[in-house]
């Protein structure tokens, strides 16, 4: 089994940036795609972004292109999302994910976080 813990979840105003951090623990990270979706009260589970095993490759839900960026440092098992110039509607929690294919579909990552908050106000 793999466990993902979530963190750096929290409020900020439109316009600045937030970093949240994915660490997992139980398999060989490097052997993991991951990625990042978001879920809003009353929505389904969006995609956000995915990581290839390496790094090497990276893919972004159209929402949110340009603002923000998906990471990896394999050495210390950790995912990162970078969200810059946020908006009140990435208001969401936001769940990290790993699988075995950089895909946007959801149902297809294997292992998943508890969720992040990220409150964004204007």
């Known amino acids: 089994q793999v466990q993902l813990v979530e963190s750096g979840g929290g409020l900020v105003q439109a316009g600045g940036s937030l970093r949240l951090s994915c660490a997992a623990s139980?398999?060989?990270?490097?052997?993991?795609?991951m990625g990042w979706f978001r879920q809003a009260p009353g929505k389904e589970r969006e995609f956000v972004a995915a990581?290839?095993?390496?790094?090497?490759?990276?893919d972004y839900g159209d929402s949110v292109k340009g603002r923000f960026t998906i990471s990896r440092e394999n050495a210390k098992n950790t995912v990162y999302l970078q969200m810059n110039s946020l908006k009140p509607e990435d208001t969401a929690v936001y769940y990290c994910?790993?699988?075995?294919?950089?895909?946007?579909?959801?149902?297809?990552?294997?292992?998943w976080g508890r969720g992040t908050q990220v409150t964004v106000s204007s």
């Open positions: 139980g398999r060989t990270f490097s052997t993991l795609v």
């Open positions: 994910a790993a699988g075995r294919l950089k895909v946007v579909t959801a149902s297809l990552y294997d292992y």
């Open positions: 990581i290839s095993r390496s790094g090497g490759s990276t």
